[in-house]
Every structure is written in C-alpha cells, then in structure tokens.
C-alpha cells in the first residue's frame, strides 16, 4: 500500500467546487455526488 496521497492546490479545489455546482444546477444531486467520486477514483488510481 502507497503512503502518498493526492493534494490539491487551491485552484484544484475551486475547480472541483465549481464541476459539482455545475453539475447540481444541471442534473441534481445525484449526478454531481457521481462526478466527484468518479474524480477521486480517478486520483487515488495514479498511486496504485
């Protein structure tokens, strides 16, 4: 198991908040929660 983690800068993060505000106006709750998990999953996999 890897000891490194992902960290995301602060205009990482204002970009992920923006995608699930988007996405929440757009498709609702459901999707915008997809969206962001599917992106986590995404960044826990460049360290496996």
């Known amino acids: 198991m890897s000891s490194r983690s992902v960290q995301l800068r602060p205009r990482a993060l204002s970009d992920l908040e923006s995608i699930y505000k988007y996405s929440l106006e757009q498709w609702g709750l459901a999707r915008a929660e997809s969206y962001l998990t599917q992106i986590h999953k995404a960044f ?4 496996k």
């Not at 826990?44 to 360290?47: G, K, N, T």
């Open 44 to 47: 826990e996999a460049l360290y």
